[in-house]
């Protein structure tokens, strides 16, 4: 059975005390949750070591919002995934679109960065989606095959039980402009078939995929009845715990 997951991407908002208070009230506010929906914060790099500590007796789970390329050494301002595994973190999210247009994030930098985190037994959200140019070509199914393959393909079905896929359509992100459900729906679906053609239904079947992009408490519930999409990557309203836990009250 997969998960269903709400995870707020809080990219480079707060500072560590607003971080503090707001993973607090997260964790306060998450008690309330059914069972089978899993919460993840993905705080700044700076915040993680003591969001963990507002975390702790919670069941809201820590991530990073992208990791280092290489395991160790003289490479100055980079994390590495030992880094984020001592400082309580369970999940590190990578390929953000946001990493791939202003830092160069390629799919062959992403191999390397997802089997360093799931060698130090991180669980890695794997984010893919196409811009507004490739959406009005028509090209977003290609796109976003071409993304998996590139990056997943290079794993076991075995290792697949630690990834995550968030779907976020570059166009919606941070603009208002969310997919319709009908949008998000194909694109998942055609995830999860290009899961199944290599790794086999069950693996398929058993994975999370997640939409981001303008994912708020008004459209939620929506987007989260289709069959093919299993929960969200949440920007904005991730910096707000009643929005935050209200999309994830919406399963
Ligand atoms: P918004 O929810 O602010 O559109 O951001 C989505 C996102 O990029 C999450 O990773």
């Known amino acids: 059975m997969r998960k269903f997951i709400v995870a707020g991407n809080w990219k480079m908002n707060t500072t560590v005390p607003q971080g503090v208070e707001l993973a607090k009230a997260v964790a306060e506010k998450s008690k309330e949750l059914p069972a089978n929906v899993e919460l993840v914060v993905a705080p700044p790099f700076t915040h993680l070591v003591c969001v963990a500590d507002a975390l702790k007796g919670s069941k809201v789970a820590l991530s990073a919002q992208n990791c280092a390329d290489k395991e160790k050494g003289a490479y ?6 030992d880094m984020l595994v001592s400082a309580g973190c369970s999940y590190t999210i990578l390929g953000h679109s946001e990493r791939r247009q202003y830092y160069g994030e390629t799919d062959a930098k992403l191999v390397e960065k997802v089997k360093l985190a799931l060698a130090a037994g991180l669980k890695v959200i794997l984010c893919v989606g196409e811009n507004l ?3 009005e070509a028509g090209r977003h199914f290609a796109v976003v095959t071409e993304q998996i393959k590139n990056v997943l393909y290079q794993f076991s079905a075995a290792e697949m039980a630690s990834i995550v896929v968030a779907y976020e359509p570059v166009w919606a992100i941070g603009t208002g402009k969310t997919a319709s459900a009908e949008q998000a729906e194909e694109i998942h679906a055609c995830i999860r078939n290009v899961l199944e053609e290599k ?5 398929a079947d058993d994975t999370t995929i997640l939409y981001g992009g303008s994912c708020k408490p008004s459209n939620a519930k929506e987007l989260f009845a289709q069959p093919d999409i299993d929960g969200g990557l949440i920007g904005g309203a991730a910096l707000k715990a009643d929005d935050f836990i209200a999309i994830a009250e919406s399963f």
């Open 76 to 81: 100055t301002g980079e994390v590495s995934v």
């Open 133 to 135: 140019e490739e959406r």
């Open 199 to 203: 790794f086999g239904k069950a693996v």
